[in-house]
């Protein structure tokens, strides 16, 4: 059984909205971002991206929604709106549209936004970007990526035809049926991230089950949470070294 | 509230343009000569004085060491950046550098950092609008390239603060002119605006909705233009004249001046003709003369063309987006009208129609002013239009062996934020440096380096015990903040900002003050033109008050004192001593006060006309305090 995060995930499930102060301008209990009394705008608090838009910590979300609801912030939050305000209320606009447009960035995108609940959870990533691999690579040092097992034998071919595409290219080469084979690989590296999406969604719900059902008072154990969070961390794992495979191909081909 | 009013300011490589929103639609601010486009060119003339814009055309030439054009390209740039522009453009650096200085150009004997030049430019733009409006002005929005960097973001505000205007925001150059466009059309869609100016490069691809202009991918080129174009014309002259005229004029800026000046009227000509001819007078007497032909011209200048098309791909990768899925596209600055230009843009987006219905010189003025209008709490026109743009470039830290790690990445809304936690490597260890880069390379070395922080102040610890947690936050201009604190102790680590290329606070304050020298050359300009409205006001006043049956109640010397007088006054006035204009205006004020009360009487009698009193041209009459040059005299 998987340790149990430094993080309870039950925690995770703590405030899903803002809690309520009193206005800084007519002192009135306000709502979340804008005094419900007297309409103005209240002083950014560290909030995680789903409290800032008021939603619960589930993974499904209604995009065409989460965007509307964008607008609907920026439109009374924005610096351009406080250009004439006093110089507090305008670092208040600033801090917190810089918080909702770095909350929108991260929701409305699939990935960004299972990963980051996942980190919410207490889940540190082993980073896969291609930073990560310069940097390895700049330090001498060889990154830590497991490959996962059932791509352990196409990724090997995968690498042994790009090393031998490299080296015709440097001689100034193009071998035809081998740049055929790479395609070939990157559409089914393709497909796996298709399916692999597929499987991610599958987990969402799972998790989005037991979120609801906390809602409910009734939490489930602490094994199903784990369950449900480390199948994510392997879709996520998975996908992250496939599109890094994909973009190789993509930049080997050109 | 007059002195709330914020103007929109076009700083271009070539022009620059000061724009307003007047009756829900902006209006270029033209200059006294009467022409909207202020070339940005700044010149030193004998006595000292600072010339800007069209009158410093002829230093280029006659003084070239004493003027200087296209100062945007060095704005926020360090002395190892410009060496390849000094192969092509005639800018003297002054001669005791030290690397890692902000850079400075010789003008005669002086030298001036770049957003000393460029504020004079801006201060040209500020007196034609103070002009216009008969009182100060000292708010402005300023477009910038929607490519350019921090530090060029940073020199562009400084020159703002140097010529005395509270630059309100930064706004890029191709979101602007969307922001005109948007004006007129208020429709729904997917927007690319294309903007090929004289030195700089954008592409942006914007989803407009509601009002909202939500800039969704932004690429471009800040060094790619109509001079590169012109260059690579100067540079065959000059082959032509060494090779076949066995005449080396290289180094004779004025010269080479004249050439520039001829390449671009042959390329202008070529914009609408099938060939055009490029004659410039030598100083040996000869004349060196070359026809171009349209085709020849395309087929030079294709290769700069084409950098255009990878910051097109790029942003509509980044965007996501197909050419076809992009509603409309919108060419923006004056290289557009190179139909070479239109034809690699229907290209590139697949598709006949581009909007070019505004000007291309003055649109990105226009979007400015109507961001302005905007900021200064809107109005029926702008009601419900909001900006969202993006960061042009990715933001990052240099990390362990020299790589980039990017915390804010390119495209992301602005204000957007990024927060990181540093640690000591010692023990007891009480400063960690910390540097800043933007860019996509992937090592630092490759990026433009913003700028070193040092924290200071973090209390002694074991090696990786304290946590010190810095935020990273670009605001609307595309500007960044930083702030830390030391998370263990609660301690605010102290941060001293060390921009990489830009100009310290000190530094900016000295400029303020020492731009009071020039400020007083304003004070006097500015108390010229607002006696010379003056003046205009009551001769306007006296031609309509010989018009009244009060003129003839007025006795014979009394007509031919004021006919005296206004004679005078029209003299004065064409002069340039604002006290002798003053004097001129008194003395007739006073001769016409009779005339004024006597209309004053007939108007309350007869309420002329069935206006009210308000309406009466002469109710305020010649004896009352004078508005400052109203805005409907020109």
């Not at chain 2, 004249?241 to 202008?268: F, L, P, S, Y």
């Amino acid at each position: 059984m998987t340790e149990a995060p430094t993080k309870s995930l039950l925690t995770v499930l703590a405030t899903t909205s803002p809690t309520e102060a009193a206005c800084w301008s007519c002192g009135e209990m306000r709502a979340a971002h804008f005094c419900s009394a007297c309409g103005k705008v209240q002083p950014a608090r560290p909030v995680d991206y789903f409290t800032f838009f008021g939603l619960p910590r589930k993974l499904h979300l209604d995009v065409a929604a989460l965007e509307r609801e964008f607008y609907q912030l920026s439109r009374k939050l924005h610096p351009d709106l406080f250009a004439q305000a006093g110089e507090e209320e305008q670092r208040w606009s600033l801090e917190k549209s810089s918080q909702l447009n770095d909350a929108y960035r991260t929701l409305k995108d699939p990935i960004a936004r299972t990963e980051y609940l996942l980190r919410l959870a207490g889940v540190e990533f082993q980073e896969q970007s291609q930073q990560a691999t310069e940097k390895a690579r700049a330090s001498g040092q060889a990154k830590q990526q497991v490959v996962p097992p059932d791509l352990l034998e196409e990724v090997f071919e995968l690498n042994m035809q790009l090393e031998e595409l490299r080296a015709e290219q440097k001689l100034g080469k193009q071998d035809v049926a081998l740049v055929h084979d790479l395609k070939q690989h990157e559409k089914h590296f393709q497909e796996t991230l298709h399916a692999l999406d597929h499987e991610l969604q599958h987990a969402w719900k799972d998790w989005d089950h037991l979120v609801s059902d906390a809602e409910h008072g009734k939490a489930a154990a602490h094994e199903k949470w784990n369950e449900a969070r480390d199948r994510m961390v392997g879709v996520l794992n998975r996908r992250s070294y496939v599109r890094n495979l994909v973009r190789d191909v993509g930049d080997a081909i050109g | 509230m007059a002195t709330d009013r914020i103007v929109g300011i076009d700083l271009g490589t070539t022009n620059s343009l000061v724009a307003y929103m007047e009756g829900g639609r902006p209006v270029v601010i033209p200059g006294e000569d009467g022409l909207n486009l202020v070339p940005s060119v700044v010149a030193l003339d004998s006595g000292g004085q600072m010339i800007v814009g069209n009158a410093a055309r002829k230093f280029l030439i006659e003084t070239p060491d004493h003027a200087v054009y296209s100062i945007k390209r060095l704005m926020g740039r360090g002395v190892e950046d410009v060496h390849a522009e000094l192969k092509y453009f005639p800018f003297r650096l002054a001669e005791d550098l030290l690397a890692g200085e902000v850079l400075r150009i010789r003008l005669g004997s002086k030298t001036f950092t770049p957003p000393e030049i460029s504020a004079h430019i801006l201060r040209q733009l500020k007196r034609n609008a103070e002009r216009h409006f008969g009182a100060a002005v000292t708010k402005a929005v300023i477009t910038v390239p929607a490519y350019f960097n921090d530090a060029q973001r940073q020199a562009t505000k400084d020159a703002g603060r140097i010529a005395g205007l509270d630059v309100l925001r930064l706004v890029n150059e191709p979101t602007a002119a969307s922001l005109a466009y948007g004006l007129q059309e208020k429709k729904n869609g997917i927007v690319a605006v294309y903007d090929f100016g004289g030195g700089t490069f954008d592409i942006s691809i914007l989803k407009l909705h509601d009002g909202i202009f939500e800039v969704i991918a932004t690429n471009g080129d800040t060094h790619l233009g109509g001079d590169d174009i012109d260059n690579l014309l100067i540079g065959i002259a000059l082959d032509d004249i060494a090779g076949d005229m066995h005449t080396d004029v290289r180094r004779k800026a004025g010269v080479v001046q004249a050439i520039r000046k001829a390449v671009i009227d042959a390329k202008i000509h070529l914009s609408t003709c099938a060939d055009a001819e490029i004659g410039v007078q030598l100083p040996d007497g000869k004349r060196y003369e070359r026809e171009i032909t349209r085709d020849l011209f395309q087929r030079l200048i294709a290769p700069i063309l084409e950098r255009t098309v990878g910051p097109c791909r790029q942003a509509l990768k980044d965007a996501q987006l197909k050419p076809e899925q992009i509603d409309e596209v919108v060419l923006v600055g004056g290289s557009t009208r190179i139909p070479q230009v239109r034809k690699l843009v229907q290209e590139i987006f697949g598709r006949e129609e581009l909007h070019t219905e505004l000007n291309p010189d003055e649109v990105v003025a226009l979007g400015a002013a109507v961001q302005a209008n905007i900021l200064s709490g809107g109005s029926a026109a702008t009601e419900n239009m909001l900006l969202l743009d993006v960061t042009p470039l990715s933001l990052g830290i240099e990390a362990l062996g020299g790589v980039v790690a990017k915390i804010i990445h390119r495209n992301s809304t602005i204000p957007a934020s990024a927060v990181e936690h540093f640690t000591t490597g010692v023990e007891g260890q009480t400063n960690v440096a910390i540097h800043v880069v933007q860019g996509e390379r992937e090592l630092a070395k490759d990026c433009r380096s913003l700028a070193r922080f040092d924290l200071r102040g973090i209390p002694p610890l074991p090696a990786g015990m304290p946590r010190i947690e810095v935020r990273f936050l670009i605001d609307a201009n595309g500007i960044l903040q930083v702030a830390a604190r030391e998370q263990r102790s609660g301690k605010e680590a102290q941060i001293s900002v060390q921009p990489s290329y830009g100009l310290t606070d000190d530094q900016v304050e000295k400029m303020i003050l020492e731009s009071f020298d020039f400020a007083e050359q304003d004070l006097s300009e500015r108390q010229l033109v607002e006696a010379r409205n003056e003046a205009e006001t009551i001769l306007t006043a006296l031609a309509k008050g010989r018009t009244s049956p009060a003129w003839a109640v007025l006795t014979a010397r009394e007509h031919e004192e004021i006919a005296g007088l206004e004679s005078a006054l029209l003299r004065k006035k064409g002069g340039d001593d604002h006290k002798l204009i003053r004097a001129a205006i008194d003395a007739l004020n006073r001769a016409t006060m009779r005339l004024a009360e006597l209309m004053m009487d007939s108007a309350v009698a007869t309420v002329l006309h069935g206006k009210t009193m308000g309406e009466v041209d002469l109710g305020e009459g010649p004896e009352a305090p004078h508005p400052i040059g109203k805005a409907e005299f020109k």
